[in-house]
C-alpha cells in the first residue's frame, strides 16, 4: 500500500494506529469486542457470526458521526506539526 502511495507520488501523515480521533474504525473494534464479550462465543465460528452480526446492527447515522469531525480533526494535527 505504501508503495502505490509513493508511486502516485502521495503524501502520507503517519500517526499512532491506535489513536481513535484519528481512526474512526477503533471505535467499531471497541464495539465488537464489547459485544463478543457479552455474548461469550465459545469458539471461533461463533465470534465470527457474533461480529458479523454486531457490525450488521450498527446503523448509518453511526457510521457518519464517526466519520464527520474526521477532517477536521486532521486540519489540527496538521497544524500543529504531528
Known sequence: TLEWLQDKS???????SKSPDLNPIEHVWRDLKIAGQRRSPSNLTELERICREEWEKHPKYRWAK???????RLKAVITAKG
Open 10 to 16: 502521495l503524501n502520507v501523515l503517519e500517526w499512532l
Open 66 to 72: 464517526l466519520v464527520a469531525p474526521y477532517p477536521r
